[in-house]
């Protein structure tokens, strides 16, 4: 059986948000497509301490400093996607929950059949923003359909990332706007971004559990939510 590296990201670091992290990578852990390693840049100690009661003592774990981490954490994913010689993998963060029925190899093969494509997000039929991001690329009718930039659950062609100059943050940026230079970066290469739409299986669907301004530590301000005490790192 064919199985797909996913790189986890997660900076959990209240009891609320260590919680969300348990159950997503408790998920990850027991897919069987999955190889999971978690990108550790500054989550709680209690994090590894619940995971390690749970019995997930096994799980491949890369600590980073906080600082710049969406790009650190897409070159790091990336290099090792490389050197594990995966032609996709995945990249996602603590508090995304894919469907339970989720295939990791049906999304890929979609992918090979877009090979312009570089990174392909499953749909949040929970997070308002599919529309903010796509508003210039249509309505996702097709199984696989462009955005503007892709965020979430995101299948990753490893041959477009591993040659990508990952560009660093601009100063003024914030939150969810690294994902827009990302995607920039890719389509200069000659790649698209895009999610798997309304004409894709139901299964290529995730949830997006901190989908409010009390809990996202990323999305407070779009929500016009008060900010959280999470440090608004990416």
């Known amino acids: 059986m064919e199985r797909w590296p996913v790189f986890l990201t997660t900076r959990a670091v209240d009891k609320i948000r260590v919680g969300l992290a348990v159950a997503v990578i408790s998920y990850w852990s027991r897919h069987l497509d999955a190889d999971l390693t978690v990108l550790d840049c ?18 491949k774990w890369v600590e980073f400093p906080a600082e710049d981490s969406q790009r650190q954490r897409h070159a790091i994913a990336a290099r090792l996607a490389a050197e594990a010689r995966a032609e996709h993998y995945i990249q996602t963060d ?17 992918m090979r059949l877009y090979p312009d494509f570089a990174m392909v997000s499953l749909s949040l039929p929970n997070c308002p923003l599919g529309g903010h ?62 999610f ?10 995730a949830t ?27």
Do not use: N
């Open 133 to 194: 991001v796509d508003r210039h690329y249509g309505q996702g009718t097709g199984p696989v359909s462009e955005c503007g930039a892709a965020g979430g659950v995101r299948f990753c062609r490893t041959a477009a990332f591993a040659s990508l100059d990952f560009p660093p943050r601009r100063p003024e940026e914030y939150g969810p706007g690294y994902d827009i230079p990302l995607a920039e970066g890719l389509r200069a290469a000659g790649y698209k971004v895009g």
């Open 94 to 110: 603590d508090d995304l929950l894919p469907r339970v029925s989720l295939s990791l190899g049906l999304a890929v093969d979609l």
């Open 208 to 234: 997006h559990l901190a989908e409010s301004p009390l809990l996202s530590c990323v999305w407070a301000d779009f929500y016009g939510g008060p900010a959280t005490s999470f440090p608004a790192q990416e």
């Open 42 to 59: 500054g989550a709680s100690p209690s994090l590894r301490a619940c995971l390690y009661c749970l019995g997930m003592t096994s799980v």
């Open 196 to 205: 798997y739409g309304d004409g894709s299986p139901g299964t290529l669907r």
